[in-house]
């Protein structure tokens, strides 16, 4: 995808989001093809589409002169946004549907944080890089681990309650996802699990990998990692994706020793609406219906890779 700052300038640099089109959108294969350009960037709105997440969502689409763009507010567990696609298409999205008034931004880019200070407060922010591996690039390690289960729920937040901060996973969390650890005796001593799990869209995130202080360096993250990573390509996650800090050159290098590449740079932090009362957004959508530029569910009569822009 072309980024924004090395696009030349054209008339629609200056589109207002009343120039763009908006569309509340329900139907997966919909949303799947609207977010196929950079799979591991979307892997979490991807997610969601599995049966029993996609009702925890609210997605929209927009076009309109630079392009297409894509938000999702997630209700499921917590408030969480994510936004892919050109950020001009964002913002008129959000000018008529920023969701709740706090929550977490899983995915964006640099550019398109410039975008969202318009709607929002930005804070928190965590510069990071997507990696990705497929059932031909990865490359197990071996090493004893054993799946967890609900069982294990106390002595996994236990750990990654040890260096102070709260811990509240639950038994029912971990069944429903894939959690590996290494113990030594009783105690459990490294952890990975998954974010996402999703067949059907073919994808999977890994993520919460955590080694207690005393044990880093034994590589006990990269056994625990290799084991999450190899039973998500086993139930038929084509692409599996984690979210890593560049600057962890430990963590780079054990997920590269497993087949892990670099991909997008992605942003994360915490959005709170300048609009608290969401006054603005409820008379921009009430008048955006009016002009048939804002339509509700069913509205999808959108068409896959119409208006997109591509580099």
Same mark, same amino acid.
């Given at each position: 995808?072309?980024?924004?700052?090395?696009?030349?300038?054209?008339?629609?640099?200056?589109?207002?989001?009343?120039?763009?089109?908006?569309?509340?959108?329900?139907?997966?294969?919909?949303?799947?093809?609207?977010?196929?350009?950079?799979?591991?960037?979307?892997?979490?709105?991807?997610?969601?589409?599995?049966?029993?997440?996609?009702?925890?969502?609210?997605?929209?689409?927009?076009?309109?002169?630079?392009?297409?763009?894509?938000?999702?507010?997630?209700?499921?567990?917590?408030?969480?946004?994510?936004?892919?696609?050109?950020?001009?298409?964002?913002?008129?999205?959000?000018?008529?549907?920023?969701?709740?008034?706090?929550?977490?931004?899983?995915?964006?880019?640099?550019?398109?944080?410039?975008?969202?200070?318009?709607?929002?407060?930005?804070?928190?922010?965590?510069?990071?890089?997507?990696?990705?591996?497929?059932?031909?690039?990865?490359?197990?390690?071996?090493?004893?681990?054993?799946?967890?289960?609900?069982?294990?729920?106390?002595?996994?937040?236990?750990?990654?309650?040890?260096?102070?901060?709260?811990?509240?996973?639950?038994?029912? $969390?971990? %069944?429903?996802?894939?959690?590996?650890? /290494?113990?030594?005796?009783? *105690? &459990?001593?490294? !952890?990975? #699990? @998954?974010? +996402?799990?999703?067949?059907?869209?073919?994808?999977?995130?890994?993520?919460?990998?955590?080694?207690?202080?005393?044990?880093?360096?034994?590589?006990?993250?990269?056994?625990?990692?290799?084991?999450?990573?190899?039973?998500?390509?086993?139930?038929?996650?084509?692409?599996?994706?984690? $979210?890593? %800090?560049?600057?962890?050159?430990?963590? /780079?290098?054990?997920?590269? *020793? &497993?087949?892990? !590449?670099? #991909? @997008?740079? +992605?942003?994360?932090?915490?959005?709170?609406?300048?609009?608290?009362?969401?006054?603005?957004?409820?008379?921009?959508?009430?008048?955006?219906?009016?002009?048939?530029?804002?339509?509700?569910?069913?509205?999808?009569?959108?068409?896959?890779?119409?208006?997109?822009?591509?580099?």
């Amino acid at each position: 995808m072309t980024h924004t700052a090395d696009r030349p300038r054209t008339g629609s640099d200056s589109a207002s989001p009343a120039d763009y089109r908006v569309l509340s959108v329900r139907d997966p294969r919909v949303l799947e093809a609207a977010l196929s350009e950079d799979r591991g960037l979307a892997a979490y709105a991807l997610g969601h589409l599995e049966p029993g997440l996609i009702d925890t969502a609210d997605f929209y689409v927009a076009d309109g002169p630079a392009g297409r763009g894509f938000v999702m507010h997630a209700h499921g567990m917590g408030q969480t946004t994510v936004v892919t696609g050109q950020p001009e298409a964002i913002d008129a999205i959000m000018s008529i549907h920023p969701g709740a008034r706090r929550s977490y931004l899983s995915t964006a880019t640099p550019e398109q944080i410039r975008f969202l200070r318009r709607r929002f407060r930005v804070s928190d922010e965590l510069p990071m890089r997507r990696m990705a591996t497929t059932r031909t690039a990865f490359q197990p390690v071996d090493g004893e681990v054993r799946r967890l289960s609900g069982r294990d729920v106390g002595r996994l937040n236990a750990l990654y309650a040890s260096e102070g901060g709260p811990s509240f996973y639950r038994a029912e $969390t971990i %069944d429903r996802a894939v959690y590996f650890g /290494v113990f030594d005796g009783q *105690r &459990l001593a490294a !952890v990975a #699990g @998954s974010h +996402v799990v999703a067949p059907n869209a073919s994808i999977a995130v890994v993520g919460n990998v955590f080694t207690a202080a005393e044990y880093r360096g034994c590589g006990l993250a990269t056994r625990t990692t290799s084991a999450v990573t190899e039973a998500l390509l086993t139930r038929g996650c084509a692409d599996v994706i984690l $979210t890593v %800090d560049p600057k962890n050159a430990p963590a /780079v290098r054990a997920y590269r *020793r &497993l087949g892990y !590449v670099f #991909g @997008s740079v +992605v942003v994360e932090a915490r959005l709170q609406r300048t609009d608290f009362l969401g006054i603005g957004p409820a008379l921009r959508r009430r008048a955006a219906r009016r002009r048939g530029r804002y339509l509700d569910p069913p509205g999808q009569e959108i068409v896959p890779g119409q208006h997109s822009h591509r580099s």
